[in-house]
């Protein structure tokens, strides 16, 4: 018994060894596979109608690819407007602090000389923004800089489609492969665990991912109605940093505070912008995630935190990507051990 557990945890550490070895090369695995998880239910679905697997995974397939692509098309050129109308915007705002924030730190800090400079902000950002000549063009020159970055990034788009692909077609086979192979004895135990599994992992990658753009939207929509000219910009990065609690609540109000200060150079619309942003918390609490998440898997806001910082620690953005779904997973499996030791002679006082 002792040395199966110490094969065990030796196991266990050369899999994280490996998997950290393997990181900068898995992030189009995981994606692919996130990608394949959530659109094997409608593929499923579709099969219940009569409609052959190779056709229902190309059908998914295209959907999920379409949407993606289309979204894409939506937002970016919305997004980059809005980040050069920033850039142009941005000496106008360094000469507003100069000429109200400046004179208030030297108050009350007993700094000397001048804090901000406009003239040197706006003559450097003209600069690169002219050489670079947008935020598309500027993206594409530094990835064009090094033609193996740029290859490197269209294999990866590349394979990211085909394993996508292959691994919707072939789900189901897989996942009957790996019940094949677990121990008889354990069957039923692994099967229970993994179907708990399979609901909190669908409730957050499914559920989250709908919270996330609708909250994007809803902060977009109130920051519109305030009259924030980075609505879109603001209101959507505060949506897809929501899946850490309260982190898109926090940096939204900042961010959106600072812009509005800037923009309207008063406080007056600072309350709005905060109502904005209270109001989606209210509704994210209410009804966004009890509908789309659910209350009684959802995982401690301090168990997501400590996830995404750990998994970024540990293995980079690779380990954000995997963070949210172990610890899914680990709190399935965290419960089934309270409950073996509750039900133990150890808890209950029946063994001395």
């Known amino acids: 018994m002792e040395n199966r557990r110490l094969w065990g945890v030796l196991w266990l550490a050369f899999g994280g060894w490996l998997l950290y070895l393997l990181s900068p090369i898995l992030t189009p695995f995981i994606v692919s596979a996130l990608l394949a998880y959530l659109g094997d239910p409608l593929v499923d679905r ?12 190309t059908l998914v397939f295209c959907v999920i690819l379409g949407g993606l692509f289309l979204l894409l098309l939506i937002l970016v050129p919305r997004i980059e407007s809005q980040l050069v109308h920033l850039a142009q915007k941005l000496p106008q705002y360094a000469a507003w602090l100069k000429a109200h924030l400046e004179p208030w730190l030297a108050r009350w800090t007993g700094a000397e000389g001048p804090v ?11 600069a690169h923004w002219q050489s670079a000549g947008g935020l598309l063009a500027g993206v594409w020159q530094s990835v064009s800089a090094s033609g193996l970055v740029l290859l490197d990034w269209l294999v990866n788009l590349l394979l990211v489609q085909v394993l996508t692909f292959y691994l ?20 039923a135990l692994i099967s229970r665990l993994a179907r708990e599994s399979d609901e909190v992992l669908g409730a ?33 990065f505060a949506g897809m940093v929501s899946f850490v609690p309260y982190l898109g609540l926090i940096l939204g109000v900042l961010v959106a505070g600072v812009a509005a200060i800037l923009q309207f150079q ?41 996830a995404v910082m750990a998994g970024g620690q540990l ?17 399935v499996l965290l419960r089934h051990l309270l409950e073996t030791w509750r039900a133990s002679g150890v808890y209950q006082g029946s063994e001395s």
């Open 315 to 331: 293995y980079g953005f690779f380990g954000i990507l995997l963070a949210l779904p172990v610890a899914a997973v680990a709190m």
């Open 168 to 187: 919707l077609r072939d789900w189901d086979d897989l996942v009957t492969a790996v019940q094949a192979l677990l121990p008889r004895g354990r069957v």
């Open 46 to 57: 579709l099969e219940a109608r009569r409609v052959p697997r190779s056709l229902a995974v």
């Open 204 to 236: 957050f990658l499914r559920g989250q991912v709908a919270v996330m753009f609708a909250l994007g939207v809803i902060y977009t929509t109130g920051l519109w109605l305030v009259g924030l000219d980075f609505a879109l910009l603001i209101g959507m």
């Open 116 to 126: 901000f400079e406009p003239e040197v902000l706006r003559k450097a950002i003209a």
């Open 266 to 306: 008063e406080v007056g619309e600072l309350p709005w912008v905060v109502a904005v942003f209270v109001i989606g918390q209210v509704i994210e609490g209410t009804v966004l995630t009890p509908r789309l998440v659910g209350e009684r898997i959802g995982l401690h806001p301090v168990a997501v935190i400590f």
